[in-house]
């Protein structure tokens, strides 16, 4: 079982940065495949980002493509999503996600997810 807590999100304008963090409970955290997604009211739950096991496989959403890094900690049983050059169409509930097997772009392929932390971008 692994427990997922999001923190770090808020209110930024345009142009501005965050940094989520995603904190994992259980002691085999450096065998998940960990994701980022978001949700925006009215929207389905779509991809972010996601990075494997060890932290050298990284993928992400055309979308956020060179404003946004994904990384991990394992050490810490972290993972974290820098946010740069942010957008208004960038707000939305931003949940993290583990799988137990290789990174997957698709929500219904993970095992355990965060609560979400709400990220807002005014113009």
């Known amino acids: 079982q692994v427990q997922l807590v999001e923190s770090g999100g808020g209110l930024v304008q345009a142009g501005g940065s965050l940094r989520l963090s995603c904190a994992a409970s259980g002691r085999t955290f450096s065998s998940y495949a960990m994701g980022w997604f978001r949700q925006a009211p009215g929207k389905e739950r779509e991809f972010v980002a996601t990075?494997?096991?060890?932290?050298?496989?990284?993928y992400y959403a055309d979308s956020v493509k060179g404003r946004f890094t994904i990384s991990r900690d394992n050490a810490k049983n972290t993972v974290y999503l820098q946010m740069n050059s942010l957008k208004p169409e960038d707000t939305a509930v931003y949940y993290c996600a583990a799988r137990r097997t290789t990174t997957s772009q698709t929500p219904a392929a993970y095992d355990y997810w965060g609560q979400g932390t709400q990220v807002t971008v005014s113009s």
């Open positions: 990075i494997n096991f060890s932290g050298r496989t990284t």
